[in-house]
């Protein structure tokens, strides 16, 4: 088991250090990201001020600018490329790509007093995590910077001073610390510290000096100062192997440089000037270094950055060692000589091919050769390998073409972010961990808007994650810049994102405005379709107005009432009146509301709007909610004068004869002891008729102008239910009956007095004779009756009422009669 | 009109489906406070409830009691006395609230001013659609018809809207909608939003057309008095969510038996649509049948006799206790309807409709407020003439106001100017310069103005032009004629042949035109505000059942009448309405005397 390393030039570096990276305090974030730079933090001169430097993974410069906080112990990146500074009191500095500062946030009081002595940045599934070792001797941590949580571990025992070398591990779903002191190992975790020996560790060692968790935090590597490198899994269950370094001298940096899945362990260990790779085997593989340099692990391998260079050192993975080791017979390296055989049109390509078909490997040749071309870094090494693999599919008949599509794709994407002008040296295994969406987030994040939106469109991602999402980006950044006017970036905008489908312009005008900019806002907000998003930066920026007619607008209820609450809060009641009176959807429920919630400011209301006519309602309305007469009659008063404004005579006389009937309501409850109050004018007569007090009955009659018919009506009713038929006769007899005497007649048959039901009969008009007559029984009269007036309709009714048996002679006499009238 | 049937009508979507969305809803919100919890539900909730999920369901997922709360603006006030009593009393309990069919901002502010809006969790229960039968759905939101055109709170738009955008995600989409008036046109675009907010499913439609109505296009049809079965049971016995609670005059017993009123019952999916009259006939020949299949016992042998009451006796013995309960109903109907004074109001209607002895009408109102006959039939009656005659002559409108308020109180001045409000009940003043003003300016400027100074007028004056409208589409047939009400011959006949109703003709119009063209004078004097949109083709049966929404309530007539339409064309028509109403609940939600 030999190990098999390459090491490729990603860049010679763009950026000109003069002392190379010497005296710098080094950050490079993985997955090919951005490299932060802190020059001359050694020297604590008050006057000459370190500088911070960002640049690619190219070299090219971000930002720069003098370091102007306190001392910077260590720098790190976030997995969403923001720079952390940890000071040495605690403070931890957030920067952004471009060296705009975001925020901070203190590790703590007690890592404030102690001091910062060294620090950690690691990641984890949970986000980026600062751990930190104060002068204390006493470990804090923080598993996720976005939600800090710090913990504080338990105390390791017997340290004196500060540990040979720590290292941060995250194990079942919780972060550790592993500590090395002297030749003792202590795991602790947010309760405990527990001694661990790894197994198998060479007892020559007395002291561990280094140690480095693998990418994936499942392998641990430690260095003793024997010289040794142990290797084995990080739960300390499992021993890979241990080699012997011969260097007895602590090295400044160590690193695994391992794929995933590889079957073999291979960590980095670097002195000044020298690179030894060390694995299963115990030969070991070194390297010279002309340069001050920094390591910095990948998942796939380690890249190497000096002050002249950048590098990339992996092991050669199995697909492109088969294929390119010397004489092999490997099916894909077959292939790939079929294919050169056949550019050079010789027959070899043939024989070649047959070999690779007798075994039947063909399908196996060509997904060799689209793996290989997938971690080759070369774009003409990669051009062949694909070439031979195209070619090769032509004698498949078979072969799914996705794997060889999505590398092709791939491969361009990857290409073009390796450019030197981005400077993102990513790996296709790192491109495939990290995925499509990330990458576009980091190109955004770079303002590399085109090249994003051109990656999208290529990779076809759905338009709403893709294109529109990069879109968006940019024009939040466009919006932010100061130099152009609102109408040349409001048109811009719009130009830009006509067409993109789900953009929310509410979002872009939201930043418009956080960045000073109202009237851009105000502009890019018009282009919001859904008035409903435009309203609660509208709300924010105090431009009530528009909010709530975007509100009316949007026809959501809802949205209309959260703006006038709002502006209820905000505004003085006199500009709220004034704002809901031009609005009226908004009044109408505001209306609504106070009709429920505040009465008083109902009133209010319509007092500003000099509805009188309203304003008279609403007393009404409020009098008889209150049980009290005096206060009633007030409310009345009151109502009465509103009608009187609003020239409603009716309403105004109307509520006046309320009020006079409320005090004679009262003034005859006083003395007859009788319930009134509160009743119709109708009732209250009829009350008094059935107890008998007619005169005051009388009284109402007049006083109120009831018509003559509504009188007789409810004086007959009453004097009928009371069977009171004397005084009824003398009733019927005052004067004429404006109803006519019908009624009379009805009211008798009613309540069962036939008898005098008929003194009545005879004071009908002959129009209701018919009726009459027939309402008291007497078909001969009904039939007299409908006879002398000849009218055919009558008699029919009288013969529908005959009965055949009793009533022979009448029905032939009507009959007869009916004979005429209908001649006639 | 041809007496063609179409034998061929279509089949009518499931929607029992809805009722199952709604009670899985229901369960999964229950089921998030886990364990036993007591349940309060307002009053107007019960009894649709009662229609998704029973006491036995509810019990299931461990509801342990349950409370009847009244009184709807307080329910939240009292809510927060629970909450703080149980403070006091150092109890530990979980509040939720669960609204329905949504939750408005409203609500919060009112738990946070109480102060115990982080006690509560709140939630939405989506109940928009409960299916009343195979053909009407409701919103049961009785208050829409208040708040939306009187209170002028468009809240429940969106609810609509809801419902539409549920009833095309179940059912497939629409391909054609129409519609009328200020509301449905708002619950159209809030519809069309919330579809593009939403995915767009493209199923095949179980229903193509859509017919969108506002109540206030047409006042007339609810303010007369039904006449059919169903509308008479309604007027009569007052049907709520599908049942009806029958009195002891009725069941000839001493208590009273609730019964169900859908197309389940065999009986009345017979009778609901005929009127009155025919119906006792028809119950005594089914009566009589129903003695001869009794009697085929006689004569049966052992194996016959088994198989008779295996099969057929269940089903005879259901159809007689219905039969005997519908034959009480119409008895106790007839007892009411046939006495002189129903009559003599019909003919005041039919009067009215007509046009015809307004004065006699007049008289015979004021004589029914002085009589204090009905408080709402007079109010309904005041409502027709004004409607039917532009409103009233100042003269008779100041002395009916005054003798009604006399009648029944001052507080109706408040129900007076909410009826003028809705241009139900209205002076006539300086009214008729205003059509001919408007009629000139339309004439000048082009329609898209004309719609907005049509706007601007209908808020000054809401002109009912019912007597144009009447001529127009020929509303009211020719007196005189006999109209035989066994044999109807068109939708008249839900008002014994006097009068077709207005919603109804015009969703007949706009079909068989397929849409507005050729009727711009009545949308005019409708005061505009039609619309027809061509959503997507689709050729398939579901043509031929259209939907009809009526925004602010139908009535059982109407209903009645799109039935016989839907026989006559050979569709279906499916109602949704937001509530199902009548005269009586119609004027009620209009008083004013919350005394």
Redesign the interface.
Request: glycine share 6%; hydrophobic share 40%; charged share 25%.
């Given at each position: 088991a030999h190990l098999d390393l390459k090491k490729i030039e990603l860049y010679e570096m763009g950026w000109n250090l003069k002392d190379g990276l010497r005296e710098c305090l080094v950050a490079a974030a993985p997955y090919g990201g951005p490299i932060a730079l802190l020059k001359g933090h050694y020297r604590r001169s008050p006057s000459a001020r370190p500088q911070l430097e960002i640049y690619s993974s190219s070299g090219l410069p971000l930002a720069s600018f003098p370091w102007k906080s306190g001392v910077v112990k260590q720098l790190g990146w976030t997995v969403s490329d923001d720079l952390l500074c940890v000071q040495e009191d605690g403070t931890v500095l957030v920067y952004d790509l471009w060296g705009g500062f975001k925020r901070h946030f203190s590790m703590g009081n007690e890592v404030s007093q102690s001091q910062v002595l060294e620090t950690k940045i690691f990641h984890s599934p949970y986000g980026t995590g600062v751990a930190i070792l104060t002068g204390a001797l006493r470990f804090t941590l923080a598993t996720n910077i976005d939600d800090i949580k710090l913990r504080r571990l338990p105390e390791v025992p017997g340290l004196q001073e500060a540990p040979s070398c720590w290292a941060v591990l995250t194990q079942d779903r919780q972060s550790k610390v592993l500590v090395a002191n002297g030749s003792q190992l202590f795991i602790l975790d947010n309760t405990a510290c527990t001694p661990v020996t790894p197994p198998g560790l060479s007892p020559q060692a007395s002291s561990i000096v280094h140690m480095c968790v693998s990418f994936s935090y499942k392998y641990l590597a430690l260095l003793t100062d024997s010289g040794h490198v142990w290797m084995g899994t990080s739960n300390l269950k499992e021993k890979l192997s241990e080699v012997d370094t011969k260097i007895k001298t602590p090295p400044k940096q160590m690193a695994w440089c391992r794929r995933p899945k590889s079957q073999q362990p291979s960590a980095v260990v670097m002195w000044d000037g020298l690179l030894i790779v060390v694995g299963e085997c115990k030969e070991t593989i070194q390297y010279h270094l002309d340069d001050d340099s920094v390591l910095v692990p990948e998942l796939d391998g380690v890249r190497i950055i000096s002050g002249t260079h950048h590098e990339l050192l992996q092991e050669v993975p199995g697909a492109c060692e088969e294929i390119f080791k010397i004489a092999s017979m490997a099916p894909g390296a077959l292939l790939l000589e079929a294919h050169k055989e056949y550019e050079k049109e010789s027959q070899k390509a043939d024989e070649y091919l047959r070999e690779i078909k007798e075994q039947s490997l063909l399908s196996e040749a060509v997904r060799q050769c689209v793996e290989a071309a997938g971690h080759e870094h070369e774009p003409e090494t990669q051009k062949t390998l694909l070439r031979a693999a195209s070619f090769g599919k032509c004698f498949l008949s078979n072969f799914p073409p996705e794997q060889f599509v999505s590398m092709c794709r791939d491969l361009r994407v990857l290409n073009a972010v390796r450019d030197y002008t981005v400077g993102i040296p990513l790996t296709h295994t790192q491109f495939k961990q990290m995925t499509v969406q990330v990458l576009i987030d980091r190109l955004v994040y770079r303002k590399l808007y085109p090249l994003a939106i051109e990656v999208c469109r290529y990779l076809k991602t759905p338009e709403y994650q893709g294109v529109s999402r990069v879109l968006k980006h940019w024009a939040c950044y466009k919006v932010q810049q100061k130099e152009e006017s609102d109408e040349v970036i409001a048109k811009a905008v719009s130009v830009k994102l006509a067409d993109a489908a789900g953009i929310s312009y509410s979002e872009i005008a939201t930043k418009a405005y956080e960045s000073g900019r109202t009237e851009l806002a105000i502009k890019l907000l018009e282009f919001e379709p859904?008035s409903g998003e435009q309203v609660p930066l509208l709300l924010k920026m105090k431009k009530s107005p528009l909010a709530l007619s975007k509100a009316i607008e949007s026809?959501?209820?809802?949205?209309v009432?959260?703006v006038v609450?709002y502006l209820k809060n905000e505004l003085n009641r006199g500009d709220f009146f004034m704002m809901l009176r031009n609005q009226?959807?908004a009044l109408?429920?505001y209306?609504?509301?106070c009709k429920?919630?505040e009465q008083d400011t109902l009133k209010d209301l319509f007092n500003q709007d000099d509805d009188h006519?309203e304003l008279g309602?609403f007393y009404?309305?409020a009098s008889?909610?209150d049980q009290r007469l005096e206060a009633r009659v007030a409310l009345l008063q009151s109502a009465v004068d509103e009608y009187y404004k609003a020239k409603n005579d009716?309403?105004a006389k109307?509520?006046e004869?309320?009020m006079r009937l409320l005090r004679f309501q009262r003034k005859l409850e006083e003395e007859k002891d009788e319930q009134l109050v509160?009743?119709?004018?109708?009732?209250t007569m009829t009350t008094l008729l059935s107890v008998g007090l007619h005169k005051h009955a009388e009284q109402l009659y007049k006083d109120?102008r009831?018509?003559d018919?509504?009188f007789w009506?409810?004086k007959l009713?009453a004097l009928a239910e009371k069977e009171d038929w004397e005084e009824l006769e003398k009733f019927g007899k005052t004067k004429k009956s404006p109803?006519g005497y019908l009624p009379f007649v009805e009211v008798c048959i009613k309540h069962h007095n036939k008898y005098e039901a008929k003194k009545y009969v005879s004071k009908v008009t002959p129009e209701q004779k018919v009726k009459a007559h027939l309402a008291v029984g007497d078909m001969e009269g009904a039939a007299e009756a409908a006879i002398e007036r000849r009218n055919e309709s009558e008699i029919s009714t009288v013969l529908s009422r005959c009965s055949a048996t009793t009533d022979h002679l009448l029905m032939e006499r009507l009959n007869r009669a009916k004979a005429t009238a209908v001649k006639k | 009109m041809a007496h063609t049937e179409w034998k061929d009508a279509p089949g009518l979507p499931d929607f029992s489906l809805l009722k199952r969305l709604a009670r899985d809803q229901l369960i999964f919100l229950l089921e998030q406070l886990p364990g036993k919890k007591d349940l309060f539900i307002d009053a107007d909730l019960m009894s649709p409830l009662d229609r998704i999920a029973n006491v036995t369901i509810l019990k299931q997922h461990e509801v342990d009691k349950l409370y009847k709360v009244e009184l709807k603006?307080i329910f939240v006030l009292m809510f927060t006395d629970l909450v703080n009593a149980d403070k006091v009393a150092g109890r530990f309990r979980r509040y939720k609230i669960i609204f329905t069919p949504q939750k408005?901002?409203?609500c919060e502010?009112?738990l946070e001013e109480q102060g115990v809006y982080g006690d509560v969790t709140t939630d939405e229960w989506n109940f928009y659609i409960l299916p009343l039968d195979d053909d009407i759905l409701s919103l049961e939101l009785p208050e829409f018809f208040r708040?939306n055109f009187l209170?002028?709170?468009?809240?429940w738009?969106?609810t609509a809207g809801s419902a539409l955008r549920l009833l095309q995600s179940v059912y497939g989409s629409f391909s054609k909608v129409y519609g009328i008036g200020r509301c449905a046109k708002?619950v159209y675009?809030?519809w069309r939003?919330l579809m593009e907010d939403g995915e767009q499913r493209t199923r095949q439609p179980e229903f193509a057309k859509v017919f969108l109505v506002d109540r206030d296009v047409d006042f007339v049809t609810p303010l007369c008095s039904q006449v059919v079965y169903e509308g008479l049971v309604d007027d009569l016995f007052r049907i709520k969510c599908g049942s009806v609670e029958f009195g002891p005059d009725v069941t000839s017993s001493d208590k009273s038996i609730k019964v169900m009123l859908n197309s389940q019952d065999k009986v009345f999916s017979e009778i609901r649509n005929e009127h009155f009259s025919n119906v006792f006939g028809f119950l005594s020949q089914k009566a009589k049948n129903l003695q001869t299949a009794y009697d085929k016992r006689r004569g049966m042998d052992i194996q016959q006799m088994k198989a008779f009451v295996a099969d057929e006796l269940k089903g005879l013995k259901q159809e007689h206790r219905l039969l005997s309960l519908h034959i009480g109903a119409s008895e106790s109907m007839m007892k009411k309807k046939t006495k002189q004074d129903f009559q003599e109001l019909l003919k005041t209607e039919h009067s009215l409709l007509e046009g015809f002895e307004i004065r006699e009408c007049i008289t015979y109102i004021?004589?029914h407020i002085?009589?204090?006959v009905s408080m709402i039939d007079s109010l309904r009656l005041l409502c027709l003439l004004s409607i039917t005659e532009n409103g009233l002559l100042s003269k008779d409108y100041?002395s009916l106001?005054?003798?009604y308020?006399?009648?029944?109180?001052?507080?109706h001045?408040?129900t007076f100017?909410n009826l003028r409000q809705l241009g139900l009940l209205e002076e006539q003043q300086a009214g008729e310069t205003l059509t001919v003003m408007e009629s000139k300016v339309g004439k000048l400027v082009n329609d898209k103005t004309v719609g907005k100074l049509t706007d601007a007028f209908s808020s000054l004056a809401k002109k009912s032009n019912f007597r144009a409208l009447s001529k127009r589409l020929a509303l009211v047939p020719k007196s005189g004629e006999e109209y035989d009400l066994r044999v109807p011959r068109d939708m008249a006949y839900v008002f014994s042949g006097a009068y077709i109703p207005l919603s109804c003709k015009l969703i007949e119009q706009v079909l068989e035109r397929d849409g507005w063209t050729g009727m711009e004078e009545v949308t005019r004097m409708l005061n505009g505000q039609e619309f027809a949109v061509t959503e997507a083709r689709s050729k398939t049966d579901a043509q031929r059942i259209v939907l009809v929404m009526f925004l602010g309530g139908c009535t059982f007539s109407e209903i009645s009448a799109l039935r016989f339409l839907g026989k006559e064309r050979g569709c279906r028509f499916i109602v949704v309405t937001t509530a199902i109403t009548n005269s009586s609940r119609l004027l009620e939600a209009l008083l004013?005397?919350?005394?």
């Amino acid at each position: 088991a030999h190990l098999d390393l390459k090491k490729i030039e990603l860049y010679e570096m763009g950026w000109n250090l003069k002392d190379g990276l010497r005296e710098c305090l080094v950050a490079a974030a993985p997955y090919g990201g951005p490299i932060a730079l802190l020059k001359g933090h050694y020297r604590r001169s008050p006057s000459a001020r370190p500088q911070l430097e960002i640049y690619s993974s190219s070299g090219l410069p971000l930002a720069s600018f003098p370091w102007k906080s306190g001392v910077v112990k260590q720098l790190g990146w976030t997995v969403s490329d923001d720079l952390l500074c940890v000071q040495e009191d605690g403070t931890v500095l957030v920067y952004d790509l471009w060296g705009g500062f975001k925020r901070h946030f203190s590790m703590g009081n007690e890592v404030s007093q102690s001091q910062v002595l060294e620090t950690k940045i690691f990641h984890s599934p949970y986000g980026t995590g600062v751990a930190i070792l104060t002068g204390a001797l006493r470990f804090t941590l923080a598993t996720n910077i976005d939600d800090i949580k710090l913990r504080r571990l338990p105390e390791v025992p017997g340290l004196q001073e500060a540990p040979s070398c720590w290292a941060v591990l995250t194990q079942d779903r919780q972060s550790k610390v592993l500590v090395a002191n002297g030749s003792q190992l202590f795991i602790l975790d947010n309760t405990a510290c527990t001694p661990v020996t790894p197994p198998g560790l060479s007892p020559q060692a007395s002291s561990i000096v280094h140690m480095c968790v693998s990418f994936s935090y499942k392998y641990l590597a430690l260095l003793t100062d024997s010289g040794h490198v142990w290797m084995g899994t990080s739960n300390l269950k499992e021993k890979l192997s241990e080699v012997d370094t011969k260097i007895k001298t602590p090295p400044k940096q160590m690193a695994w440089c391992r794929r995933p899945k590889s079957q073999q362990p291979s960590a980095v260990v670097m002195w000044d000037g020298l690179l030894i790779v060390v694995g299963e085997c115990k030969e070991t593989i070194q390297y010279h270094l002309d340069d001050d340099s920094v390591l910095v692990p990948e998942l796939d391998g380690v890249r190497i950055i000096s002050g002249t260079h950048h590098e990339l050192l992996q092991e050669v993975p199995g697909a492109c060692e088969e294929i390119f080791k010397i004489a092999s017979m490997a099916p894909g390296a077959l292939l790939l000589e079929a294919h050169k055989e056949y550019e050079k049109e010789s027959q070899k390509a043939d024989e070649y091919l047959r070999e690779i078909k007798e075994q039947s490997l063909l399908s196996e040749a060509v997904r060799q050769c689209v793996e290989a071309a997938g971690h080759e870094h070369e774009p003409e090494t990669q051009k062949t390998l694909l070439r031979a693999a195209s070619f090769g599919k032509c004698f498949l008949s078979n072969f799914p073409p996705e794997q060889f599509v999505s590398m092709c794709r791939d491969l361009r994407v990857l290409n073009a972010v390796r450019d030197y002008t981005v400077g993102i040296p990513l790996t296709h295994t790192q491109f495939k961990q990290m995925t499509v969406q990330v990458l576009i987030d980091r190109l955004v994040y770079r303002k590399l808007y085109p090249l994003a939106i051109e990656v999208c469109r290529y990779l076809k991602t759905p338009e709403y994650q893709g294109v529109s999402r990069v879109l968006k980006h940019w024009a939040c950044y466009k919006v932010q810049q100061k130099e152009e006017s609102d109408e040349v970036i409001a048109k811009a905008v719009s130009v830009k994102l006509a067409d993109a489908a789900g953009i929310s312009y509410s979002e872009i005008a939201t930043k418009a405005y956080e960045s000073g900019r109202t009237e851009l806002a105000i502009k890019l907000l018009e282009f919001e379709p859904r008035s409903g998003e435009q309203v609660p930066l509208l709300l924010k920026m105090k431009k009530s107005p528009l909010a709530l007619s975007k509100a009316i607008e949007s026809g959501d209820t809802d949205l209309v009432y959260t703006v006038v609450m709002y502006l209820k809060n905000e505004l003085n009641r006199g500009d709220f009146f004034m704002m809901l009176r031009n609005q009226p959807v908004a009044l109408s429920l505001y209306k609504q509301f106070c009709k429920h919630q505040e009465q008083d400011t109902l009133k209010d209301l319509f007092n500003q709007d000099d509805d009188h006519e309203e304003l008279g309602n609403f007393y009404v309305k409020a009098s008889y909610k209150d049980q009290r007469l005096e206060a009633r009659v007030a409310l009345l008063q009151s109502a009465v004068d509103e009608y009187y404004k609003a020239k409603n005579d009716f309403s105004a006389k109307t509520t006046e004869d309320e009020m006079r009937l409320l005090r004679f309501q009262r003034k005859l409850e006083e003395e007859k002891d009788e319930q009134l109050v509160g009743f119709s004018l109708q009732d209250t007569m009829t009350t008094l008729l059935s107890v008998g007090l007619h005169k005051h009955a009388e009284q109402l009659y007049k006083d109120f102008r009831v018509p003559d018919k509504r009188f007789w009506w409810l004086k007959l009713k009453a004097l009928a239910e009371k069977e009171d038929w004397e005084e009824l006769e003398k009733f019927g007899k005052t004067k004429k009956s404006p109803i006519g005497y019908l009624p009379f007649v009805e009211v008798c048959i009613k309540h069962h007095n036939k008898y005098e039901a008929k003194k009545y009969v005879s004071k009908v008009t002959p129009e209701q004779k018919v009726k009459a007559h027939l309402a008291v029984g007497d078909m001969e009269g009904a039939a007299e009756a409908a006879i002398e007036r000849r009218n055919e309709s009558e008699i029919s009714t009288v013969l529908s009422r005959c009965s055949a048996t009793t009533d022979h002679l009448l029905m032939e006499r009507l009959n007869r009669a009916k004979a005429t009238a209908v001649k006639k | 009109m041809a007496h063609t049937e179409w034998k061929d009508a279509p089949g009518l979507p499931d929607f029992s489906l809805l009722k199952r969305l709604a009670r899985d809803q229901l369960i999964f919100l229950l089921e998030q406070l886990p364990g036993k919890k007591d349940l309060f539900i307002d009053a107007d909730l019960m009894s649709p409830l009662d229609r998704i999920a029973n006491v036995t369901i509810l019990k299931q997922h461990e509801v342990d009691k349950l409370y009847k709360v009244e009184l709807k603006p307080i329910f939240v006030l009292m809510f927060t006395d629970l909450v703080n009593a149980d403070k006091v009393a150092g109890r530990f309990r979980r509040y939720k609230i669960i609204f329905t069919p949504q939750k408005f901002y409203a609500c919060e502010t009112v738990l946070e001013e109480q102060g115990v809006y982080g006690d509560v969790t709140t939630d939405e229960w989506n109940f928009y659609i409960l299916p009343l039968d195979d053909d009407i759905l409701s919103l049961e939101l009785p208050e829409f018809f208040r708040d939306n055109f009187l209170e002028g709170d468009q809240r429940w738009v969106t609810t609509a809207g809801s419902a539409l955008r549920l009833l095309q995600s179940v059912y497939g989409s629409f391909s054609k909608v129409y519609g009328i008036g200020r509301c449905a046109k708002m619950v159209y675009e809030s519809w069309r939003e919330l579809m593009e907010d939403g995915e767009q499913r493209t199923r095949q439609p179980e229903f193509a057309k859509v017919f969108l109505v506002d109540r206030d296009v047409d006042f007339v049809t609810p303010l007369c008095s039904q006449v059919v079965y169903e509308g008479l049971v309604d007027d009569l016995f007052r049907i709520k969510c599908g049942s009806v609670e029958f009195g002891p005059d009725v069941t000839s017993s001493d208590k009273s038996i609730k019964v169900m009123l859908n197309s389940q019952d065999k009986v009345f999916s017979e009778i609901r649509n005929e009127h009155f009259s025919n119906v006792f006939g028809f119950l005594s020949q089914k009566a009589k049948n129903l003695q001869t299949a009794y009697d085929k016992r006689r004569g049966m042998d052992i194996q016959q006799m088994k198989a008779f009451v295996a099969d057929e006796l269940k089903g005879l013995k259901q159809e007689h206790r219905l039969l005997s309960l519908h034959i009480g109903a119409s008895e106790s109907m007839m007892k009411k309807k046939t006495k002189q004074d129903f009559q003599e109001l019909l003919k005041t209607e039919h009067s009215l409709l007509e046009g015809f002895e307004i004065r006699e009408c007049i008289t015979y109102i004021e004589e029914h407020i002085n009589r204090q006959v009905s408080m709402i039939d007079s109010l309904r009656l005041l409502c027709l003439l004004s409607i039917t005659e532009n409103g009233l002559l100042s003269k008779d409108y100041r002395s009916l106001k005054a003798q009604y308020l006399q009648s029944y109180g001052i507080e109706h001045l408040l129900t007076f100017a909410n009826l003028r409000q809705l241009g139900l009940l209205e002076e006539q003043q300086a009214g008729e310069t205003l059509t001919v003003m408007e009629s000139k300016v339309g004439k000048l400027v082009n329609d898209k103005t004309v719609g907005k100074l049509t706007d601007a007028f209908s808020s000054l004056a809401k002109k009912s032009n019912f007597r144009a409208l009447s001529k127009r589409l020929a509303l009211v047939p020719k007196s005189g004629e006999e109209y035989d009400l066994r044999v109807p011959r068109d939708m008249a006949y839900v008002f014994s042949g006097a009068y077709i109703p207005l919603s109804c003709k015009l969703i007949e119009q706009v079909l068989e035109r397929d849409g507005w063209t050729g009727m711009e004078e009545v949308t005019r004097m409708l005061n505009g505000q039609e619309f027809a949109v061509t959503e997507a083709r689709s050729k398939t049966d579901a043509q031929r059942i259209v939907l009809v929404m009526f925004l602010g309530g139908c009535t059982f007539s109407e209903i009645s009448a799109l039935r016989f339409l839907g026989k006559e064309r050979g569709c279906r028509f499916i109602v949704v309405t937001t509530a199902i109403t009548n005269s009586s609940r119609l004027l009620e939600a209009l008083l004013d005397n919350s005394a």
